[in-house]
């Protein structure tokens, strides 16, 4: 969550002290349908941002094992492979798909790695004679399944995070709406009263620098009827 958004959020919960502590003045005001709203919103705000710091902390970690398993997927499967191609199968069929390594990552990779399995799949023998482990094509299509599980995995992370800022996105307008409604009944709840409309203002007011002592704008106070 940026900080702009951080800090309505945190309005939205002076807003919500404001009205508990002020519930003998303000009476049925906590009890309509946009205090309602304005606590459901905040709810549900907690919830989408918990989900999408998760979702962003999977996916640097994801990104992080995804390198990894890509470079362990080049150097320790592909690049062996090549290297005996290029020096012992040159001519033979499908040469090409034997020897890509080059600097490819993600799904090029992990294609390029399964091209080469089945090109050289024929030629195991060759491989074998050479002391390659029995297995090296098995070992070779594993290790790029592994790098298209990740790839798969950091998708729908990256799914599930932008899901949840959008619906972060919609909470917050619907707090908005619910604080502008509020305010319109408190304003009519304490006119007259200079102190708690100031403290009113104050509460609902998006703070970009907490901690910074700034004098709040004088507050027309609306006489009462």
Known sequence: MNIRLQYVVQSFRRVQAFLDDNVALLGAINTTEARRALDDAVTRLDGH???????????????NRQRQLEAELREKHMRPIATF???KLRGVPNFKAMTTVR??????????????????APFAKKFAAADFPVAFVEELSVAAEAVKASIETRSRTHVVRVGSGM???K???RGRDAVGALSGAVLKKLAGNSQLLTEWHIAKRVVLKPGVATAPAPVEVPKAA
């Not at 979702?55 to 970690?61: E, F």
């Not at 993600?106 to 050289?120: F, I, K, P």
Request: charged letters at 25%; aromatic letters at 2%; proline letters at 0%.
């Open 49 to 63: 941002r918990l989900t999408r710091d998760a979702a962003r902390i999977q996916m640097v970690g994801e990104t």
């Open 85 to 87: 191609a290029k020096a």
């Open 103 to 120: 600097q490819l990552a993600g799904q090029r990779l992990v294609a390029a790695a399964q091209a080469m399995a089945h090109a050289v």
């Open 167 to 169: 619906a972060f996105d």
């Open 171 to 173: 909470e917050l307008e």
